[in-house]
């Protein structure tokens, strides 16, 4: 006989995982390969609950239960973040004996650290998973913020002082933006007052369904303050001042989880603002603000990618590039527009992690983050340069990698919302990030090695790894409508977001 869970409990299980393990590896009273274990076994714990509620959740029924609240927007996030979860826990012993063992590796020097970056990760993993649970607004503030904390130590594990100077700009520029969110809130809450009262106070469903009674002129300026709060959050320009350094300074483990779990984090909070807001002020306004700042950001991430000589800082442009293409896809409003950014935002969590993983990989073997000193990678190191290339060509959208299909529908939705001259500018700019990455990463596989090889860094674990990513990245996007239960939950998340403008 089957024994029958119900969904709070498997939610309620699902977060004391992370925590649990945090004060176990913080404590650092299990010997290295005990920890190593159980990274992984908390992870896989915490996946198969995720499995169990995509198999037991219901689509068309939101499950609500004290502050925690399910629907298929929030599930689908926390497929997402799970992903990841999985990929950092069987890729993360491997990347820190790496640093262990090389010459200049930091943990060669404190190898007892390796407990606390444990607790630290497993922790900012936690934050998000509370960030796409909550049901109310203001918690969701408070769960933003508390990713900001817990990923600025993230930031500055290293404690050089190029990484402290990156925690130290991380945490200001975002705290300034998660400030402005707060007013954003704030004025959300002084606009449900004035029109229903204090009851049920920024609680999202309570607000989602009377979104249209709320004053136009007060919504739009929290709107406002909103959108630059957790946009800044997101890295979109021109608040996206701390994105690159932060990137550039973590640990590429933790760049994976900030650039493909942490910034979309930012956007689904955002969203869950609009779905409010909109009845209110309408969709003009909101959506001018989208589309504008989304297409800015590709922009101006275009030439900094060009002139780039660090390799992360390039992959944090690259992000730059699909958050604002995100960003201009739900800035259309359209079913197609809306399903294809949420289905960017898995594709460019999975794709991008491998790729901050491999840059990780790239920098142990040639001691520096100068692209300009590295060459010859497809001699010296081919099975590294085969996964670098696999996503490059990903993270581009080239045929027929998984962000080839989602990038494809966005586009394609500029020309169906007959607005073919914002259509053909995002393809010039796609166009131009295409250029600028592709140049950087053929230079440095190409060419005469300049340097004595340190062989192959990547081990069979983590190889499989990335190569599930990149796989499962490919596959979902081509077969997504044809999957048991992930189309129906991605056509159900769509409609939760345009729920905002009726």
């Given at each position: ?15 004391a ?19 190593h274990w ?10 198969a609950?995720?499995v ?5 959740f ?19 996030m ?10 950092f826990?069987?890729?993360s012993?491997?990347y820190?004996d790496?640093d262990?063992?090389?010459r ?5 020097r ?7 970056f444990?607790a630290?990760?497993?922790?900012f ?9 909550v ?30 100077e990156?925690a130290?700009?991380?945490?200001m520029v975002c ?10 809130t704030i004025?959300?809450?002084y606009?449900?007052i ?14 989602a369904?009377h979104g ?34 932060a990137?550039?300074e ?13 910034c979309?984090?930012?956007?689904y909070?955002?969203?869950r ?5 909109m009845?209110a ?8 603000l989208?589309?504008?700042?989304g ?6 991430a275009?030439p900094?990618v060009?002139?780039?000589?660090d390799i992360k ?7 730059m590039e ?10 259309l409003f ?5 399903e294809?950014?949420l ?5 460019h969590?999975?794709?991008k ?17 100068n ?11 081919p ?8 996503g ?7 045929p027929?990698?998984g962000?080839?299909f ?5 586009i394609?939705?500029f020309?169906?919302?007959?607005r ?7 393809l010039?700019?796609?166009?131009g990030?295409?250029?600028?990455i ?8 190409g ?14 674990l ?22 048991p239960?992930?189309?129906d939950?991605?056509?159900t ?10």
């Open positions: 006989m089957e024994l029958y869970v119900t969904i709070p409990q498997l939610v309620y299980t699902l977060l995982l992370p925590p649990l393990f945090s004060l176990i590896a913080a404590v650092n009273v299990l010997g290295k390969g005990l920890l159980l990274n992984r076994l908390t992870a896989v714990a915490a996946g609950i995720v169990k509620l995509v198999m037991q219901d689509p068309s029924n939101p499950v609500s239960f004290g502050y925690l609240y399910l629907d298929a927007l929030a599930l689908w926390l497929i997402i973040v799970t992903m990841l979860y999985l990929a826990a069987f890729t012993k491997a820190l790496r262990t063992n090389i200049y590796g930091y943990l060669r404190f190898s007892h650290l390796e407990g606390r444990y630290l990760s497993h922790l993993v936690w934050t998000m998973m509370i960030v796409v649970l049901n109310n607004l203001g918690l969701m503030w408070v769960a933003i913020e508390a990713t900001t904390l817990v990923s600025a130590l993230l930031v500055a594990f290293k404690f050089t002082r190029t990484s402290l990156a130290w700009k991380y945490v705290t300034v933006g998660i400030c402005l969110a707060l007013l954003g004025l959300v809450y606009a449900q004035l029109a229903m009262g204090g009851a049920q106070a920024l609680d999202w469903q309570y607000l369904a249209g009674e709320l004053n136009p002129a007060l919504a739009k300026v929290a709107f406002c303050f909103l959108f630059v709060g957790y946009g800044t959050k997101v890295g979109l320009a021109p608040m996206h001042a701390w994105l690159p350094d990137h550039s973590a640990p590429a483990l933790t760049s994976g989880l900030l650039s493909g779990a942490l979309i984090c930012a956007i909070v955002l969203l603002n609009v779905i409010v807001i009845p002020v309408g969709m003009g306004f909101i959506s001018s989208f589309l504008f700042f297409l800015l950001t590709i922009a101006l275009i900094f060009v002139i780039q000589r800082r390039m992959l944090a442009y690259s992000s699909n958050f604002g293409l995100m960003a201009a896809g739900f800035g359209m079913p197609l527009a809306v294809a950014s289905l960017h935002m898995m594709n969590a999975l794709v992690y491998a790729l901050f993983y491999t840059a990780g990989t790239i920098m142990e073997a040639y001691g520096t983050k692209m300009m000193r590295m060459h010859g990678m497809l001699q010296q190191a099975r590294t340069s085969l996964f670098w290339l696999l490059i060509v990903g993270i581009l959208g080239m027929p990698m962000i080839f989602s990038k494809f529908y966005i394609d939705s020309f169906m919302a007959d073919p001259w914002l259509g053909m500018l995002a010039v700019l796609l166009a990030m295409l250029i600028g592709l140049y950087h990463a053929l230079r440095m596989m060419g005469k090695p300049k340097r004595k090889s340190a062989g192959e860094l990547m081990g069979r983590d190889t499989a790894v990335l190569l599930v990513l990149l796989l499962a990245s490919g596959v979902i996007s081509g077969t997504l409508l044809e999957l239960y992930l189309g939950l991605l056509v998340a769509g409609q939760i977001v345009l729920g905002g403008m009726s």
